[in-house]
């Protein structure tokens, strides 16, 4: 059973730093693209940041120059450092990958929770 796990969510003042990190486990073969996705109370998810297996990135305009995404191929792990956090990035951060195993599939993990406060 293939399964991406997130970690290091939490609570934070504005201002703060938190590393969130992915780790997909399984039977894999390979991970295309990785990601991280938001979602906050009454809005729709939304893509954070993306990297892909030959490390080119894509960011949301709202955390460019604050958040940096980058894997560990050989790990089979995508980290999301996050920093000069604002409220506004309070939202549940989920992890997205594009993983072969038996066949090409995307996974979504389960979730953490990210709150800052002001």
């Known amino acids: 059973q293939v399964q991406p796990v997130e970690s290091g969510g939490g609570l934070v003042q504005a201002g703060g730093s938190l590393r969130l990190s992915c780790a997909a486990s399984?039977?894999?073969?390979?991970?295309?693209?990785m990601g991280w996705y938001r979602q906050a109370p009454g809005k729709q998810r939304e893509l954070v940041a993306a990297?892909?297996?030959?490390?080119?990135?894509n960011y949301a305009d709202s955390v460019k120059g604050r958040f940096t995404i980058s894997r560990d191929n050989a790990k089979n792990t995508v980290y999301l450092q996050m920093n000069s956090l604002k409220p506004e990035d309070t939202a549940i951060y989920y992890c997205?990958?594009?993983?072969?195993?038996?066949?090409?599939?995307?996974?979504w993990g389960q979730g953490t929770q990210v709150t800052v406060s002001s």
């Open positions: 997205h990958a594009e993983i072969v195993s038996r066949r090409w599939a995307p996974y």
């Open positions: 990297i892909t297996s030959g490390g080119s990135t």
């Open positions: 399984g039977s894999i073969f390979s991970i295309d693209v």
